[in-house]
């Protein structure tokens, strides 16, 4: 894509679903990014080259993460002033603990803003809010989109209270 | 303040001192806030209003949080389209652990960018880097700070190397 | 139905059928019931209806919950003064420890009175419990419910002890 | 007290303190109450008289609870069809973890409805939502106090707007 | 089984699997025991008239436990004072965090000697150890045992150190 | 001590207090006992050496426990056919948990029967239990002791009933 | 192997297809090891004899690992004075949990240097690192390693990039 | 000092007294080292140099650690081919869990070899053996410590069983 305003980084081509998410959400609001894969610790020159010059690629936001010991969103965070997205992906262990915490405890004067574990389509929606600040088309296709999530609820919920659990669960 | 930019909102007086670390880093940067209690249980017509009307205040961004069963942040968030970042304030049990998860564990749709347990300073920061997104004083104004955090380690570092332990410890 | 006296919001269909475990024990107990899908983020408005209408429309107590940073209880409980049962139900990381926190660790005032991860059944039991302080008839079906409980563990002991775990295990 | 409406019965004189919370949310909604320590291990035979007389002392809610494995609110469900509300009381080691898990992760068939750790206060306050279900005036003082909860905030909320934090600190 | 000198009661049958791992060590050594079904909440009186009758009928030692908020130990414990050996089992969610916690820590006073999570056959080996203090030939079988487990390390450790991990993942 | 029939074992002279729980129990119920320092890392010949000489000296049962990675109660169970009370005590990090999952979490064939985080009288008491299995004064003195215990709760219950807690707590 | 430098012990042979992943890279790498089954407490002799000649039969650096209360890498540490490399494998309860804190939180004296739970292949590179301390050729090969490791991350960074994360999915 | 064989790298100068172990140990040893302050956030270039160019400035191991989201010890592992020993520092949250997951959990590639949280002294222990494989009186000087701290054990244990617990703990 030209001129993208989202950089996504992912520790591992294994984590490549979840971080689809979040690409097709700004796909869904029409953002550009761009997306690739990095290692804070096999390619830490990638991960840092990455980083230091996405702002004068015209990045905007970075979305990054990785399961474990998950240190990309960090050390993506130390080499740049822009908002850097934590997406935790959870691994073979500890349910996603141990991606969570490593993302999400940062130092002072580092933050990572930190999405729940395994949710790339949140850590889109994040990113389309924080460029949502300065474009308003951007900002009206996000009400559209609250309006249709609360319509969505809206219609099922209706449909349950008339139909009734056991209908409802034959449909699904 | 007038035309804040940053809202702040907190889910009770308790959690202040957690909260006025981000409200000093705005100062520090001359980011506009305004700053208040609210708590999705207690008070939820108010957390709702503040929510609701802050895209209109001209706020741009808003910080909020609280500790246990801590939902400001995600009510906040289903109230407005503007980014919510999200301060897991440590309560009496837990260590933290209960604030953090409720904080950060949004459903998809919804969005709370979440930084570390009782993390006020990384919140105004977060704060800081995306208001910088369309604010060049602002990004420049980061650069320097950044730059401030890496001497002050540089400085550290030197004279810890130099003097050894024993007096670095002696010193402090 | 007709006059319920219970209403179950759940924070989104696919926690259908853990709250179908509730709705089944109202319907063996004989207690009229609602059921609807609400959500604390995606649809605020329609769950504060919800919660703020029950004691009008002769709702005497409220089921809700959801997964994650599982916020519906807690908002239930905000917009009204009804007893709100939490039910907390796993979600695909943690193993349900998030959900439990997030309904349970109430701030003072606001209190979730919570069943166990996954408990519709509880939750349903729960409810009929509260109704039956005021219904004789409630209260005598849960004598009778409580003693078939008794009985069926009584049986099943008296099984195994007899025939031994080796042909207790082939039945099964 | 005359005619107790709710029994509340703790797992060691050590806990007091805890269950004095819910003791005073029932004085100030002129509930009456009656009061002792059970221990489910140390003295069983007295947690199941406790429990099993209840319903014919003409007490209408318990709330029972203990720290560590805490099994009194399970034992005291056992034997009463009564709702129980349970309090888990943190214990000396695992930050109240444990006393949460033993009384909310209840089996199928008995109920425990729990409430956050060390929260007297909730705990109190929801058999005080589980009376009002059969009394007019219980409800109406609910709303009062719910309302009077709210200003409270309300009037924080804006002597923070209106003093900012630096002030709001030092009055504390 | 005559003159059962182990009783093993479990908190609902779908335990049962674990429990019997528990049975078939007593059978290897010679132990008699029995074994039925319990419950703290939904049989209490079962459960302790099985306890409290436990000396007089000649037990000598008791294995206990269930899943989630796993009280059958404790309050088996209660009624004897008989050694009681717990025996967590894993349930459906928190990955038998909860059952353990509700089983090994209990308050001073009313000891529940808690062996691993779903370790029915430590369980057992632990009631033969306790017997064998007064049973010289249970104590030699005990060393026989314990000699064998060594042995079969030995070789199982000399075959992998011979054959090397890719023949021997092959032959397994 | 002449004639010891309890050894305890600690991994530093550290955990003492703990452990000098489990000895007055012992010394309250008249069972003689010896106490040492072992560490399974720091001085594993001669935890080994108590370990397997105990049976000789004519010790029936053992209680041994550390903190942390606290392998001292499995290192013990490994060199004696005796039965092993692991007493788990909580170390600077971590609340305990490690240590009592390190001790608890045996493997299949070597188990270690434990008791809470820093239960040292339950460790003695469960170390009597044992012995009373094959010492009727031992029994009896058990027998007292439980009456006791409930005497004692029920003192304090009838206290609390009728003084209330305003009073009980001003006593204290 | 003749002359092996690494030797390598688990606790099981159930854990055989972790450790078989440190073999492999000390075989990529050509570093001569040994390898067997050891058990910290269903062999512990054999453990101790294993370990505590390690040294004079040349090995250099140890390899040590089990699942759940995993003392085996501890044990291993308490006979030698040779660099330990601890191996946490999950087991079947608690996500590795246990595994993890049981091997790494080592008292004062006697560290065991811990990997990842079921990082077999990082356990092989940090005795592979250890080696190369003393061996330029093993040195040379690391860096090869290492660049390669950062290759690869290059090419799948760069294929992600060009063709989109739709494409890769289906190409993997 | 000169020559240094041992790099201490630490995240803050606040984790400096847990650093100080290390350091105090290697001395004791007489082995050189050097330390100073880095930060894998806010210093990201000092602490990549620092790694990058260890081995050059003939360093064999490294030393490194922080607090919360820990990164600092996988960024220096990802910057060089020398062991990296982890060592976590415990910090105001979460009783130094993240600290352990965020330093321990690292990807397939790059380990780091992590003691206990806070464990200084196993640190610089681990150094040293690791150290001690190619220096003869360094490995000698281990076996004497080793001896030593069991002869301490020895001595502290020999005078526990010959006084007893109570003059134990008044010489304490």
Redesign the interface.
């Known amino acids: 894509m030209k001129n993208p305003k989202v950089g996504i980084i992912m520790?591992?081509?294994s984590d490549?679903?979840v971080?689809?998410e979040a690409?097709k959400i700004l796909e869904e609001f029409g953002v550009a990014y761009?997306?690739?894969?990095?290692?804070?610790?096999?390619?830490?020159?990638?991960a840092?080259k990455y980083s230091s010059q996405a702002?004068d690629r015209g990045i905007?936001?970075l979305i990054a993460g990785?399961?474990?010991?998950a240190?990309l969103a960090?050390?993506i965070?130390?080499?740049t002033?822009?908002?850097v997205?934590g997406l935790p992906v959870?691994?073979?262990?500890?349910?996603?603990?141990?991606s969570?915490?490593?993302?999400?405890?940062?130092?002072?004067?580092?933050?990572?803003?930190?999405?729940?574990?395994?949710?790339g389509?949140?850590?889109g929606?994040?990113a389309v809010?924080?460029?949502?600040?300065?474009d308003k088309i951007l900002?009206d296709k996000?009400?559209d989109y609250?309006n249709k999530?609360?319509d969505?609820?809206?219609i099922?919920?209706?449909k349950?209270?008339e139909i009734?659990?056991?209908k409802?669960?034959q449909d699904?």
């Open positions: 520790g591992s081509d490549l679903e971080f689809a690409a761009d997306m690739t894969v990095g290692s804070a610790h096999r390619a830490p020159a990638r840092q702002r905007k936001v990785a399961g474990g010991a240190h960090g050390v965070a130390a080499h002033t822009l908002p997205i959870k691994a073979k262990s500890l349910d996603g603990l141990d969570l915490l490593s993302t999400v405890q940062m130092p002072p004067g580092i933050p990572v803003i930190t999405v729940g574990i395994n949710s389509k949140n850590a929606l994040a809010q924080i460029l949502a600040i300065g900002a996000l009400i609250k999530m609360a969505e609820v809206e099922k919920g209706n349950l209270s009734g659990y056991k409802y669960l699904k």
